[in-house]
């Protein structure tokens, strides 16, 4: 006796690139912009199949295209359009959102309590929001392994050399700990009178501009760095530059920490050191007292054991803050700043 043999299923025919672009009513030009591999993430757009770089599978974009006619409040829009809340919120309001170009509320969500409602956007509109904020293209020339220094890497990110030191210096914490930083790791690097020449290949400076237009905004999520974190790192051993302390520090949090926060970290100690171990010995001194006048009224105090160590305390943090928070690390001279150390760690 002969079964019934089941026809075989056809599985579904993939979709094209321009297929896709109508079932998901987007114009043809956008759909080729955010179906290109390194601006697929930034678009949410569907990978292809692995068969073929321009065919689709039909169910994922049909599923994209139900995701782009989602509603979205303001906080998840920051997300969808790469910019912090607090400049989402600005640019959504309704005195900002023409001068801004940011699209008007597809929808309401009723408030939790007597507030007024909370506008909705949609996905679409914001996704086409933030493909017109992009710069336009640069035409690419030259060879992409040519070796290129400062200046040229400059001219290729479009800023100035002055802002590309600064770049440069914001990356050293990274560096030093084998990493990318706001920089991508120079391929070669030589030791020169007024610290270091870097030289990267030129396809390293059309990656990082394409990287940079779509840095998300926002501050990193994880751990943060504290100043008791910096308090021991101080105290572990001496260190040259404020990059030597930023680099140490993010080996202790997920984020890398940059140059800017550890100075920053640095006034905070100066600050809690005086609030917590200097003024309370001093209960007439007001906090906030200028620093010139606060060691003037410490040093004028009876000679005391409490006068004598706070103004020893205070010396050694001013001297630390002026080392170590230059705006351009300085290599400082290392038995100075273990001295400096030293006398913070046995006082």
């Given amino acids: ?65 139900l995701f782009l006619d989602q509603c979205v409040d303001v906080e998840e829009a920051a997300a969808v359009v790469d910019m912090p809340v607090s400049t989402a919120k600005v640019y959504s309001s309704p005195k900002e959102r023409a001068k801004r170009g940011w699209p008007e509320p597809a929808d309401t969500r009723p408030a939790a309590s007597r507030g007024k409602p909370k506008p909705l956007f949609r996905i679409r509109d914001l996704l086409v929001y933030k493909h017109h904020q992009q710069p336009p293209t640069r035409i690419r020339r030259g060879d992409p392994n040519d070796l290129i220094g400062v200046e040229e890497f400059a001219t290729e990110i479009q800023v100035s050399e002055s802002v590309m030191n600064t770049y440069v210096t914001w990356s050293l914490p990274d560096w030093r700990s084998g990493n990318d930083g706001y920089l991508p790791m120079p391929v070669d690097s030589q030791p020169a009178r007024n610290g270091n020449v870097y030289w990267w290949r030129r396809s390293q400076a059309w990656t990082c501009n394409e990287n940079r237009r779509h840095r998300p905004g926002g501050r990193p999520q994880g751990q943060r760095p504290t100043t008791h974190m910096l308090r021991e790192v101080l105290l572990s051993q001496p260190y040259k530059s404020v990059a030597d302390l930023a ?96 006398k913070l760690r046995d006082d």
Avoid: C
């Fill in 1 to 65: 006796m002969t079964g019934n043999t089941p026809a075989p299923v056809s599985s579904p025919q993939p979709m094209t690139l321009e297929e896709a672009a109508r079932t998901v009513e987007l114009p043809l030009e956008l759909a080729r912009y955010w179906s290109q591999p390194e601006r697929r993430r930034a678009y949410f757009w569907p990978e292809p199949l692995a068969t073929s770089a321009t065919a689709y599978d039909r169910e994922d974009i049909a599923a994209y295209r």
């Fill in 247 to 342: 680099a140490l520090l993010s080996q202790h949090v997920p984020q890398p920490v940059s140059i800017q926060v550890t100075r920053r970290l640095l006034s905070q100690l100066r600050r809690q050191v005086l609030s917590d171990e200097l003024l309370p010995a001093f209960p007439d001194i007001a906090p906030g007292t200028d620093r010139d006048e606060l060691r003037r009224t410490i040093e004028s105090r009876p000679d005391t054991d409490e006068a004598a160590h706070a103004s020893r305390q205070l010396t050694i943090m001013n001297d630390l803050e002026t080392a170590l928070t230059q705006k351009v690390p300085v290599k400082l001279n290392a038995g100075t700043l273990e001295q400096l150390l030293t």
